[in-house]
């Protein structure tokens, strides 16, 4: 069984930035595909980023691209979203998934105000 727990989220002013960790207990993320998905209130869970654990491959929304950046941390287990230039579009709860599994975070909730 795996758990992934995001963590970082909060109020921000637009403009500004912050750091979304996702750190997974009971399996080692080595291998996999990991991704960050986020649902505004009244809409869809959309993809934001995604990238291979140990490869070159990294993806993002056009939303997003030049905003945000996806890494992650081996020794920590742990995948990040690095999200600059926040605007109030990007309000939304942010959840982390290890793509092509079951395997999602509770969510963790950004609030850009204007």
């Known amino acids: 069984q795996v758990h992934l727990e995001e963590s970082g989220g909060g109020l921000v002013e637009t403009g500004g930035s912050l750091t979304l960790s996702c750190t997974a207990s009971g399996r080692s993320l080595s291998g996999y595909r990991m991704g960050w998905f986020r649902q505004a209130p009244g809409k869809g869970r959309e993809f934001v980023a995604a990238r291979r654990w140990n490869g070159f491959n990294i993806y993002y929304s056009d939303s997003v691209k030049g905003r945000f950046t996806i890494s992650r941390d081996n020794a920590k287990n742990t995948v990040y979203l690095q999200m600059n230039s926040l605007k109030p579009e990007d309000t939304a709860v942010y959840y982390c998934?290890?793509?092509?599994?079951?395997?999602w975070g509770q969510g963790t909730q950004v609030t850009v105000s204007s």
């Open positions: 998934h290890i793509v092509t599994t079951s395997y």
